[in-house]
């Protein structure tokens, strides 16, 4: 069973920095590219960042480009978003995604998310 | 980047009616080497991550009742519903994966009238 789960969300002053990680178990993880797409507050979805599955080939947003950084650990079977220099903006759920096939970019499935809220 | 608008914004429809959503993206997302349009369908409950319905336009995803189906090519698609059940409220996601960044239409938030 594919299972993905996002941890290192929390409460973060603007300007500071959090590291998100995704766990995934069930597939074959190297073989996939993968990626972040967030959720504000009762807005719609937002595709943040992929990371191709060899990790030489990465994507932002604009909104976080510069800022983010996206990386993985086939090893750990783990996918990574770290995030600096955040802003209010930034506040939403951030979820892990895996695509339905690889080198597609729908996703087939997702995490339960991660919650980052940046206040002061 | 392609700009992906749904319509309607929400609508309420009676238990057994059809409920039909459109997409629309501002450039072609069909792909012509392979005559697939890169626009995905996807279901979010309240408090759940999304899930995928269709891909390619018009292949349901898996475990999807067939009572969802997906049509359209080009820059204009459509999700129906055919027969409106409890279970399938939510707000439904379209979401072109032609080229990078993969955008998402706002949603359409789907109601029991």
């Known amino acids: 069973e594919v299972q993905l789960l996002e941890s290192g969300g929390g409460l973060v002053q603007p300007g500071g920095s959090l590291r998100l990680s995704c766990a995934a178990s069930?597939?074959?993880?190297?073989?996939?590219?993968m990626n972040w797409v967030r959720q504000a507050p009762g807005k719609g979805l937002e595709w943040v960042s992929s990371?191709?599955?060899?990790?030489?080939?990465?994507n932002y947003a604009d909104s976080v480009k510069g800022r983010f950084t996206i990386s993985r650990d086939d090893s750990k079977n783990s996918l990574y978003l770290q995030m600096n220099s955040l802003r209010a903006e930034d506040t939403a759920v951030y979820y892990c995604?895996?695509?339905?096939?690889?080198?597609?970019?729908?996703?087939?499935?997702w995490g339960q998310g991660t919650l980052v809220t940046v206040s002061s | 980047d392609i700009v992906v608008t749904q319509s309607p914004d929400s609508l309420a429809v009676s238990l057994g009616e059809r409920a039909t959503i459109n997409c629309k993206s501002s450039?072609?997302?069909?792909?012509?080497?392979?005559?697939?349009?890169?626009l995905a369908w996807y279901q979010q409950k309240p408090g759940q991550p999304p899930k995928l319905l269709i891909y390619?336009?018009?292949t349901r995803e898996s475990g999807v009742p067939d009572r969802f189906s997906g049509s359209g090519s080009g820059t204009d698609f459509t999700l129906t519903i055919s027969s409106l059940q409890a279970e399938d409220v939510a707000v439904y996601y379209c979401?072109?994966?032609?080229?990078?960044?993969?955008?998402f239409g706002q949603g359409t938030k789907v109601e029991i009238k």
């Open positions: 390619w336009a018009s």
């Open positions: 995604a895996k695509p339905r096939h690889t080198g597609s970019y729908y996703f087939d499935y």
């Open positions: 990371i191709n599955y060899s990790g030489d080939i990465t």
């Open positions: 979401q072109q994966n032609y080229n990078t960044p993969w955008t």
């Open positions: 069930g597939f074959t993880f190297s073989n996939y590219a």
């Open positions: 450039q072609s997302v069909l792909y012509s080497s392979n005559n697939n349009n890169y």
